[in-house]
T-cell receptor, first 112, second 114 residues
């Protein structure tokens, strides 16, 4: 059972480039979310989804886009990368009513 | 905005000792959760305590919750070198029924010396 799988694990971008971080889960979880982790700031919610076709903004959504065409996949798109988006990104999912989040291993992004 | 704040920020103990970490939060909550993160890895759920519970145990872990003080503590008994990690508390705001967003603190870095 793979759980939550994120790709790529590492990525270096130049300012202005765009890219997509992939996230897939095989647990049939309705809820999926993206967090970013920065030193000294804990994790902050970027976007979330409560089911296929439904997405909404979290605490820090600017500069990011998401879609949820299937239950399994929840990609995060950086539209025009900025140095302030250098961070470690985590995808997480949960089943309704449980509260427990299952996290991927993270994607470390550096924007030059 | 950070909901949970862990204290201390860093803790170094000897193997076999107990480790206590504290978490304070600001709003009314549905539940409070503790997660562990090994260096360079994702977060792993440890334990969830609901707002109507005061104490919960799981193996060597003991979590307490005081909603009147908006605080929680995580106790790891008989620590092992393998417990070395960062520990985060996370809360679900009781008014945030749609997002079910967890709000994380900045974590406590625990170092257990063998």
């Amino acid at each position: 059972n793979a759980g939550v799988t994120q790709t790529p694990k590492f990525q270096v971008l130049k300012t202005g480039q765009s890219m997509t971080l992939q996230c897939a889960q095989d647990m049939n979880h309705e809820y999926m979310s993206w967090y970013r982790q920065d030193p000294g700031m804990g994790l902050r919610l970027i976007h979330y989804s409560v089911g296929a076709g439904i997405t909404d903004q979290g605490e820090v959504p600017n500069g990011y886009n998401v879609s949820r065409s299937t239950t399994e996949d929840f990609p995060l798109r950086l539209l025009s990368a900025a140095p302030s988006q250098t961070s470690v990104y985590f995808c997480a999912s949960s089943a309704f009513g449980t509260g427990e989040l299952f996290f991927g291993e993270g994607s470390r992004l550096t924007v030059l | 905005s950070q909901q949970g704040e862990e204290d201390p920020q860093a803790l170094s103990i000897q193997e076999g000792e107990n480790a206590t970490m504290n978490c304070s939060y600001k709003t009314s909550i549905n539940n409070l959760q503790w997660y562990r993160q090994n260096s360079g890895r994702g977060l792993v759920h440890l334990i969830l305590i609901r707002s109507n519970e005061r104490e919960k145990h799981s193996g060597r872990l003991r979590v307490t919750l005081d909603t009147s003080k908006k605080s929680s503590s995580l106790l790891i008994t008989a620590s092992r070198a393998a417990d070395t990690a960062s520990y985060f508390c996370a809360t679900v705001n009781s008014m945030d029924t749609g997002r079910r967003a967890l709000t994380f603190g900045s974590g406590t870095r625990l170092q257990v010396q063998p």
